[in-house]
Nanobody, 118 residues
Framework: QVQLVESGGGLVQPGGSLRLSCAASGNIFSIDAMGWYRQAPGEQRELVANIARGSSTTYVDGSVKGRFTISRDNAKNTVSLQMNSLKPEDTAVYYC???????????WGQGTQVTVSS
């Protein structure tokens, strides 16, 4: 089992920045990819960014590319999402996600609210 705990959400004005962090615990040695998803009201959950175990491979969705950066610290078992130049359309609940290799399954954090509003 893997447990994920997010932190860092909140209310920010358009153009502002937030940094989300996710700490993993439990069977951390089974984790390969980690990432962030978000879900706005009435919308499906969507992938924002993910990063491979060795941090050599990352994916960032086109809607946030150039504004969001994903990073990972394997020594601390954390994955972070630096969000700059935030827009109202970035408002959503952000979920940390981890994929375990053995057995193959996905784990989710409880979610953290990000609200971008003036």
């Amino acid at each position: 089992q893997v447990q994920l705990v997010e932190s860092g959400g909140g209310l920010v004005q358009p153009g502002g920045s937030l940094r989300l962090s996710c700490a993993a615990s439990g069977n951390i040695f089974s984790i390969d990819a980690m990432g962030w998803y978000r879900q706005a009201p009435g919308e499906q959950r969507e992938l924002v960014a993910n990063i491979a175990r060795g941090s050599s491979t990352t994916y960032v969705d086109g809607s946030v590319k150039g504004r969001f950066t994903i990073s990972r610290d394997n020594a601390k078992n954390t994955v972070s999402l630096q969000m700059n130049s935030l827009k109202p359309e970035d408002t959503a609940v952000y979920y940390c996600n981890a994929h375990s290799e053995a057995p193959s399954r996905y784990y989710w954090g409880q979610g953290t609210q990000v609200t971008v509003s003036s």
